[in-house]
């Protein structure tokens, strides 16, 4: 069996793999994450991978057959939630801006906040700045919006500047000017005075420049994205070069590319690493969208819940949403990332009492890859979901990661009585379900806020559930949504880095601009000129940065595009061109393909296209193919599961009782068969529940379909 493809996704608990063979069949792995020594968990994913099918093959040889291996994980965005960057940082910046890190927007104080917390001022807050107001200087210098040098850099303040920085010890600088997006000459004078002041003083630091990360209008957003690159993205370039190494010398080959979070692949080398930070979400919408393609699905909407969030993507008319302004832990960001929603609510969330009103808190903060308090070698003396998920027999805890891990459910019964069930007066299985009701209804309030927010109802939508504790909790946080299908793939806990093995190698950039396209047609021939101006421009770049990478430009494809809302709008919408240079004629069929677009996403009565178009990006992305899976096409059997697939029942607590349950292994249930409710499939990866008045059926793709039975 020769594998080609190796896909990763190293989350804040559990690393998965999922590796593909030349016909595109795949396998899947797990294991614990190791975020000291990524490599390490990746390694022992790959293992458990060949262990769990049964293949004996050695790693070296897996490797060696590999044409691709594709990363994608949370190491960026945890040491960036935790504030374990690089750090301190010098920040120099257009004078009289000095404080625009510190100050922020004022969204920055809620937008990450559960509904029922942003509606109230005592909840909200502003992240502490990542480089504190010592660390950033100003020096006087003007470009306009169009480009235009309307005041020569100070030269003088500069020089004082880098000593300055110099002096604190500072490990990198960024250099972020007002409109530097419009014409970067003089940020380019600002790294030449750097680097000639370095060298005066025998002291060298890395110098970043933000319109070369991310040369985008709103400068709040870009010096955000150029200080989370140095701070947070930069750092793993050690960790990336740690895992090529490391897996160099046991055989592998193939070169290692990063998930972007646009749904492309760069390589560790790319200069906007930044656009990897929120890869691992990613990847789950990618899968969605190669479902929806293959099934015929226009509306999906994703749902990831892993040990530490609960992560809701939506593809809509067949396309996922890209959004080019967002949040990273509270600092707002404007480089392009595929949307994806989240809250602090997973498997591995504590649960607590407020000690005033004794109300249950689930959350935010989790307990990530130390599972809860039922596992004594992770450390952990709170409680959390998993704890709960096995007192009431949901869970296995002798076959958590098929046995690797052992779990205590004795332990996880006391310290849940003593922390949760005493002091509410009540037993520990209904203390235990009562938490879960809690957290599935929150996913499930926020899941509908999300749909409904685009105009729909979760009638229009298929759902698939994944992540490692998706399968356990569907029916849960999906009850009385009325989807029109729920999907639980059964490589569900390895979905994301299936996501992943799906994107093409390729980059994107982004240019700002402001070009209004008037109800006359009296600006289409200098918009055309603008257009492919701001195209040939960006392709210029592209070739460098691929020239670079040893790879001929001719041989990717090359995709503009642009941003544009009608004029007055706040948002817009991402418009494919089919390709550059246009002429002047092709202009409507710009508007058209807008109107068209809008029209499927939001509702047909809130066009207003005689008010005129602004277009307020201009994109190139370029793609170079690659090997990608294909889903399993087996042939269907008997409804009922063969006598293999069963194993011993046992009692699981639903609805206020408990029920004698049917157990499963999930790897001999084949096409057809159909799981009554109360019942639990288990594999070493997952755990799939189908509780009391439900049912779940395998299609030939070796996708449930989970239902709830109708009643009457």
């Known amino acids: 069996m020769m594998f080609e493809i190796l896909s990763v996704d190293t989350g804040g608990t559990m690393t998965d793999t999922f590796l593909v063979d030349r016909e595109g069949n795949f396998i899947i792995g797990k294991a614990q994450t190791t975020p000291d020594k990524e490599y390490l968990g990746i390694l022992n994913s790959l293992k458990d991978a060949l262990k769990s099918s049964n293949i004996e093959l050695d790693v070296r040889r897996v490797l060696e057959s590999l044409r691709a291996f594709v990363y994608t994980g949370t190491i960026m965005i ?9 750090h301190p940082i010098g ?15 004022g969204k920055q104080s809620w937008v990450e906040l559960p509904y029922s917390e942003r509606l109230h001022a005592v909840s909200h807050y502003y992240p502490d700045p990542i480089v504190e107001r010592s660390y950033v200087r100003g020096v006087r210098e003007r470009v306009l919006t169009s480009g235009f040098e309307m005041i020569s850099l100070y030269e003088e303040e500069v020089k004082e500047a880098v000593v300055d920085l110099l002096e604190k010890d500072v490990k990198a600088i960024a250099v972020c000017l007002l409109y530097s997006f419009a014409n970067p000459e003089h940020e380019l004078k600002v790294e030449k ?5 370095m060298e005066e ?3 060298e ?16 957003g870009r010096m955000n994205t150029t200080v989370l690159q140095i701070y947070g993205a930069e750092p793993s370039r050690e960790q990336f070069e740690l895992i090529k190494q490391h897996f160099r010398e046991i055989g592998m080959k193939a070169p290692l590319r990063i998930l972007t979070s646009y749904g492309t692949t760069v390589s560790p080398s790319h200069e906007k690493l930044i656009t990897t930070v929120t890869s691992g979400p990613t990847g789950g919408v990618l899968g969605c969208k190669y479902l929806g393609d293959i099934y015929g699905f226009d509306y999906i909407v994703g749902t990831d819940v892993g040990g530490t969030s609960f992560d809701v993507g939506l593809i809509s008319a067949g396309q996922y949403s890209l959004k080019t302004e967002s949040t990273i832990n509270r600092f707002l960001v404007n480089f392009p990332m595929i949307s994806v929603d989240s809250i602090g609510a997973g498997t591995g969330s504590y649960i607590r009492l407020d000690p005033v009103t004794k109300r249950v808190r689930i959350g935010p903060d989790s307990a990530s890859f130390r599972v809860g308090v039922s596992w004594e070698d992770g450390g952990v003396s709170t409680v959390t979901v998993n704890d709960a998920l096995v007192i009431m027999g949901h869970l296995n805890p002798d076959y958590f990661l098929g046995g690797e891990v052992k779990l205590n459910r004795k332990r996880a019964e006391e310290m849940f009585h003593d922390q949760i069930a005493s002091p509410l007066g009540v037993d520990v299985e209904e203390a235990a379900e009562g938490c879960l009701e809690l957290i599935n209804l929150e996913m499930r309030m926020y899941l509908n806020a999300m749909i409904v927010g685009t105009g729909h109802a979760p009638e229009n939508y298929h759902l698939v559930s994944y992540g490692g504790g998706g399968p356990v909790l569907t029916a849960g946080y999906t009850k009385g949504l009325n989807f029109r299908g729920i999907l639980v793939p059964t490589w569900a806990a390895a979905f994301s880095a299936f996501g992943a093995s799906t994107a093409d190698y390729g980059f994107r950039h982004d240019l700002s601009t402001e070009l209004l396209l008037t109800p006359d047609g009296g600006m289409d021939q200098i918009v055309t000129e603008m257009l492919n101006h701001g195209w040939q421009e960006l392709k210029k770049l592209m070739e460098e940065e691929l020239r670079a990478e040893g790879i001929d430009p001719e041989s990717v494809l090359y995709k503009p595009s642009l941003r544009m809302m009608y004029f007055g709008m706040l948002d817009d919408l991402e418009v494919p061109v089919v390709r550059f240079p246009i002429k002047e004629s092709y202009i409507d069929d710009i508007r058209h393909t807008y109107d068209d677009m809008f029209e499927k996403i939001y509702a047909r009565g809130s066009k207003s296209p005689e008010a005129g178009y602004m277009i307020s990006r201009i994109i190139l992305s370029c793609s170079m193919p690659t090997p990608k899976p294909k889903l399993p096409d087996l042939q269907e059997g008997e409804s009922l599961p063969d006598e293999k697939a069963y194993k011993k029942g046992r009692e699981i607590f639903c609805e206020g009782e408990w029920h004698e349950a049917e157990i499963y292994e999930m790897g001999y249930l084949t096409p057809r068969n159909i799981i009554e409710g109360p019942s639990v499939v288990e594999a070493p990866s997952t755990t799939f529940v189908v509780p009391p008045g439900w049912k779940a059926r395998l299609d030939r793709h070796r996708i449930f379909w989970l239902e709830e039975n109708k009643r009457g």
């Open 78 to 86: 945890n040491r960036i939630i935790e504030r374990k960057g690089l």
């Open 91 to 105: 920040l120099i910046t257009t004078a009289g801006f000095e404080d625009t890190i510190r100050f922020g927007r």
């Open 193 to 197: 005075i750097a680097k000639k002041v």
């Open 201 to 203: 003083k025998g002291k």
């Open 205 to 220: 630091v890395p110098i970043f420049l933000s319109h070369r990360i991310n040369p985008v209008i709103g400068e709040l």
